[in-house]
Structures are given as structure tokens and as C-alpha cells.
């Protein structure tokens, strides 16, 4: 049977994490895959007001993926999503049907907007650019306090790579929409995609102060600030997300690099003991300590931190495979085998240390 284009909409809860959304791409993806298909875009929508509650809930997070395969793959697909608890909805329609159906909606009422945008999506995935962008106008143009149909516009324009265009539109948002973080990031991606590193920051600072529990738009404003070496900057907004949740160490693990950067390494690797002290569960400030001491050229002292580390944490994985890496990165391929394979004859069904051993033991082959 010939291959068809269809249009996946899945629903998932409102307070859904971007890890979650990624796991369940990911085995939308592994099904696609293996049964010879392609996916070929996939939007994002977010959260948006469901027709009528779905297992309690009002509100529900979108995704929309066009993809390229036969109907036995999406008979699996539907199979697949319907099993997953984190999925309250689904829905499945050839691209052909969904254009009836749309173009049905649109001459009942031609403002329906989920249409209009539902429109756009199957013209993007045609690479129909014209009548896209003609389409997400008209959702613009008749719902004027609803920021969706222009973000749709910047999406279309970062995927042709037409960021002066997508920096524009962006911008026009946020003066309508100021305090909406979906646009606010849409503006800092076209700003970066434009080349305006700092007006990015800029946008980033304020959907960041809008929501500053949310880790996506709180890591990007670091990394943004770090490319450009506002240090100051970055530590200010670490010391206030530590204080939120000081137990956080990937936060308290940046925290010392930025350190570094200010005040020097012997600041950093103190401030990192002190933070290990108060956290001697976590392995990131061993982690941390010896990425400094490498990037410092200590490479001795890299290897020794770790070294210590793995004698106190000896079943800790993620020392272990540290170590391994350094050794190996140092020229020592024959250490960095020995502690995979130490490690692995106390765990032998450890499948982290296994994959971390296969390419090692094939360097020392090869050499």
C-alpha cells in the first residue's frame, strides 16, 4: 500500500513537563521508525481550552505531527497512544480528509480559527509557504486577542529561516502580548536567529521574570548570558534560583562555574566543597570540580578528584563513566577499559557501563 500524509493530534495533561512530551515524541518516533515512516514536522501548540473536559481536565497540552507513512503504522500509532496514560486524546486523519474537513468548517464559519491554523499546518507540511502564510493572516486578522495565529507566523518564518521576518512579527507580539512567556520566547528565538544576541537576553530576562519556576526558559537565559560572558548577570539569577531550591545541584553546579569565571578556580572548587559538604549524596560537585580542573589544565588534579570520588562511590555510574572518559581523553585507553570493566564484573547486567565499555574496548583494539 502506498504511502499517505496524516495529521497526529495527541492531548496530554496541562502540567505536563517538557521531558514528558519528549518521552512520549520519542515513542512516537521509535514506532515511526520501525515501520519504515517520517515524521515531517512536528508543532508544538501547548496548552489551550479543551471543546469539553477530558478526565477532569479543562485545559490540555497540544501536539501536532505530520507524518509520511502507510496505515498500518498509524493503525499502531493509535494503538500505542491509547495505551500510554499520559495521553487523554487522540486523533488520526489523512491529510486529504483533514483539508475537506477544515475547508467543511471554514464554510460554516469562516473565522473558525482552529480551522484556519489547522489549515495552515497541512499547507507548512506541504511547503506551500504562500498559502500558509495567507491562511495564518486571516486567523490573525480575526482573533486579534489571541497570540496562537502569530506565533504560528513566527514558526513558519524560523523554519524557512527568514529570521528578520520572524524578528518582526515577534516583536509586534510582544508589544501586543507582553506578558505572555510563549511569545516572549518566540521573540528571543527570533532575536538569536536574527543575530540580536542581547535583545534576545533581553526577552529571555522577562519571560524568565514572569516565570521564574520554569526550568526551559530559566536555562536558556543562562546560556545566553554565559555566550556572552554577563557573569554578573548569571550569578545573580543562579543565587536566586538556588534560594528557591537549594537542594538543586545542577543549579548549584552552575553556580560554581560562574564562580570560576568571576573569582578564579580556587573560589570555585571552594565554594564547590562547601556545597558538597551540605550535599554528600550528589555526585555533580566531584563532576564539576574535575571539568574545572581539566579546563584549567590540571589534568593531575582532574584525575585525582575523580579518582577519590569513585573510592568513596564506588557503584556511582556516572563517576565511573567520568573517569573513564578522562583516562581515555588523556591517552590512557587501557585505565579507561579496566574501571568499565571493574565495574561491570560487580554489576555484570549494568547496561549504562556496558554501552560506555563497547567503543573503549574497540579503541584498544584498533590500536
Do not use: C
Not at 514558526?155 to 509586534?172: C, H, I, M, P
Amino acid at each position: 500500500m502506498a504511502d499517505r500524509q496524516y495529521e497526529l493530534v495527541y492531548i496530554l495533561p496541562p502540567d505536563s513537563t517538557e521531558a514528558q512530551v519528549a518521552e512520549v515524541q520519542t515513542q512516537i518516533e521509535e514506532v515511526v521508525s520501525r515501520l519504515h515512516g517520517q515524521i515531517a514536522s512536528t508543532d508544538n501548540w501547548g496548552r489551550k481550552r479543551l471543546a469539553y473536559e477530558i478526565a477532569r481536565h479543562k485545559e490540555g497540552f497540544y501536539v501536532l505531527q505530520t507524518i509520511n507513512g502507510s496505515g498500518e503504522l498509524m493503525k499502531e500509532l493509535d494503538r500505542r497512544l491509547k495505551v500510554m496514560d499520559i495521553v487523554i486524546r487522540q486523533m488520526i486523519v489523512r491529510v486529504d480528509e483533514a483539508k475537506k474537513v477544515y475547508g467543511d468548517l471554514l464554510a460554516k464559519k469562516p473565522d473558525d480559527t482552529t480551522a484556519l491554523l489547522g489549515l495552515a499546518d497541512i499547507y507548512i507540511s506541504e511547503k506551500k509557504w504562500s498559502e500558509a502564510t495567507d491562511v495564518i493572516n486571516r486567523a490573525r486578522t480575526v482573533a486579534r486577542s489571541n497570540s496562537a495565529p502569530g506565533l504560528k507566523l513566527v514558526s513558519l518564518y524560523e523554519l524557512r529561516q527568514d529570521w528578520n521576518s520572524a524578528k518582526t512579527v515577534a516583536g509586534e507580539l510582544a508589544m501586543q502580548f507582553p506578558r505572555d512567556v510563549n511569545v516572549l520566547e518566540a521573540q528571543g528565538r527570533a532575536e538569536l536567529g536574527a543575530g540580536d544576541t542581547n535583545g534576545a537576553i533581553s526577552s529571555y530576562r522577562r519571560a524568565y521574570e514572569l516565570t521564574p519556576n520554569s526550568m526551559p526558559i530559566l536555562s536558556r537565559y543562562l546560556s545566553l548570558l554565559n555566550s556572552e560572558k554577563y557573569f554578573t548577570e548569571a550569578r545573580g539569577v543562579l543565587q536566586e534560583a538556588v534560594a528557591r531550591d537549594p537542594r538543586n545541584a545542577p543549579l548549584n553546579a552552575d553556580l560554581i562555574r560562574v564562580e570560576s569565571e568571576l573569582n578564579g578556580l580556587d573560589a570555585a572548587i571552594s565554594k564547590a566543597r562547601a556545597l558538597a559538604d551540605n550535599d554528600p549524596n550528589s555526585n555533580i560537585y566531584s563532576l564539576v570540580v574535575a571539568e574545572l580542573y581539566e579546563k584549567a589544565d590540571r589534568i593531575g588534579d582532574a584525575i585525582a578528584t575523580l579518582e577519590k570520588a569513585v573510592a568513596a562511590k564506588p557503584s556511582d555510574d556516572g563517576l565511573t563513566t567520568a573517569l573513564s572518559r578522562l583516562y581515555g581523553r588523556t591517552g590512557d585507553l587501557p585505565k579507561a577499559e579496566a574501571i568499565l570493566t571493574n565495574r561491570l564484573k560487580a554489576d555484570p547486567k549494568n547496561v549504562t557501563i556496558s554501552a560506555t565499555l563497547a567503543p573503549r574496548r574497540s579503541a584498544i583494539v584498533k590500536t
